[in-house]
């Protein structure tokens, strides 16, 4: 039997909102410092998962890794089309 291949959080968010038929993606910071996924399908911008506050850091360094962005800009937004 083939080993199980690994997915990380950020993964598994990207691929639902991609079968959810997802225009955008973005991360929305909460209070208590966990990121609310939002994806925005047929316009309208729907909450699809959450990263832990924990987790929050290396998930925005791994987005920021597979869309080419800078990694050194904390303080303002990106786009990484």
Sequence with gaps: MPA?????????LIGQAARAGASDVGLDPDDDGALNVVARVDGVRTTIGRI???GAAAAIARLKALASLPSYITDEPQDGR
């Design 4 to 12: 199980a291949i690994e997915r990380s959080p950020v993964e598994i």
């Design 52 to 54: 832990p506050a924990a």
